[in-house]
């Protein structure tokens, strides 16, 4: 098992049969465990889901994006999905 800390200081797990299913449905992900981690660690940007889930969310590459779904249980959490994208993000305003 695997751990990050969140910004807002919560331990986040990543269990190795998760990360394996993971890298199944999403094989371009299998050389991006540290990169998934450092996601939770030192994000881009964090936002809120519709579901309770959080999106951490960093660039990895110049127009490429690791976005690591998690989820808060108390006082700790752990990693639910992930995905890289190379998206366009609109700005607000």
């Known amino acids: 098992m695997r751990t ?3 910004k807002n200081g919560a331990t986040i ?3 190795d049969e ?3 299913h993971i890298t199944e449905e999403h094989s371009e992900l299998a050389g991006y465990l540290h990169d998934v981690l450092e996601t939770i660690e030192e994000p881009s940007a964090i ?3 519709n ?3 959080l999106l951490a969310i960093r660039e990895i590459a110049s127009g490429k994006f690791l976005v690591v779904i998690y989820k808060r249980d108390r ?3 752990r990693i639910r999905d992930n995905g890289v ?3 366009s993000i609109p700005s607000v305003g």
Request: hydrophobic share 30%.
């Open 4 to 6: 990050a800390r969140s």
């Open 13 to 15: 797990r990543l269990p």
């Open 18 to 20: 998760r990360w394996v």
């Open 47 to 49: 936002y809120a889901g």
């Open 51 to 53: 579901q309770a889930e």
């Open 75 to 77: 006082s700790n959490g």
């Open 85 to 87: 994208s190379s998206p």
